[in-house]
């Protein structure tokens, strides 16, 4: 979406957090979904804002606890895909991982009956095998391209990724380089980069849910970042994850 003026920028800001405290208390009570427009009234632009960058953690209430994406909420992100289409990337780089962010979301919305009502995603190459038939982007460079630094870093952008139900060559490429996934964790931490260190966390704790045990340990971290008091609602989702992640996933 493009950038908007500081006022607006704001009101933006301010209903990614309402969303993510709604889908956050949805995780916390038991897996349903997050009430988040009253139906058959029109949805203000900025809720629409907030579901499009909260994407496939829509629904993570439901995919953590086993159950499948509800109409609703898949409706609603879909309105939002159209309202909001991919927006003007600044690098190559910005452009793989809204690509990869967008993945995350086409696949939930696939095993709903708004699969079609998505657009189609940038840059892709051949089709691969996933859970779901959906054309996947271009590979991430990995650790050995640039490096387990910025490779960490462009993971913690995708840790939405991490949800249950999704696979595909970027998990691939996390169960090949947890070390580096640690590695970064660790760095973020010593840097008090707790969003991206709590989003690395994902990473371990769905890496420890595939049987690639983490080079650390991820309860200490989440601890961690408890006590610091995360102030973001959206970081705090994130958090939320992590921990239901680290219990081992869908129960």
Known sequence: MPFAETPLRDEYAAAVERVAGRTLDALRGGGGAAALAAPDTPVPRTLLAAVRVLGADLFAPQLLTGAEPDGPTAA???????AFPSPAPASPEAALAIAWQDWAAEQVLARTP????????????????????????????????????????????????????????????????????????????????????????????????????????????????????????????????AERLSEGGPR
């Open 114 to 241: 708004y699969r079609d009502a998505a657009p189609a995603p940038t840059p892709v190459s051949t089709p691969v095998s996933t859970p779901v038939s959906v054309s996947v982007p271009a590979p991430l460079p990995g650790p050995a391209e640039l490096g387990w630094q910025a490779w960490s870093v462009r993971m913690a952008q995708l840790s939405v990724l991490t949800l249950p139900g999704l696979d595909g060559p970027v998990h691939d490429a996390a169960r090949a380089n947890v070390l580096d996934l640690s590695r970064g964790t660790a760095r973020a931490m010593l840097r008090r980069d707790f969003t991206t260190a709590v989003r690395l966390a994902r990473w371990l704790a769905w890496a420890d849910t595939e049987d690639r045990p983490p080079h650390l340990e991820v309860e200490p971290i989440l601890d961690r970042i408890r006590l610091v008091g995360i102030g973001a609602v959206r970081t705090r989702l994130e958090l939320a994850v």
């Open 76 to 82: 609603l992100l879909s309105e939002a895909r159209r």
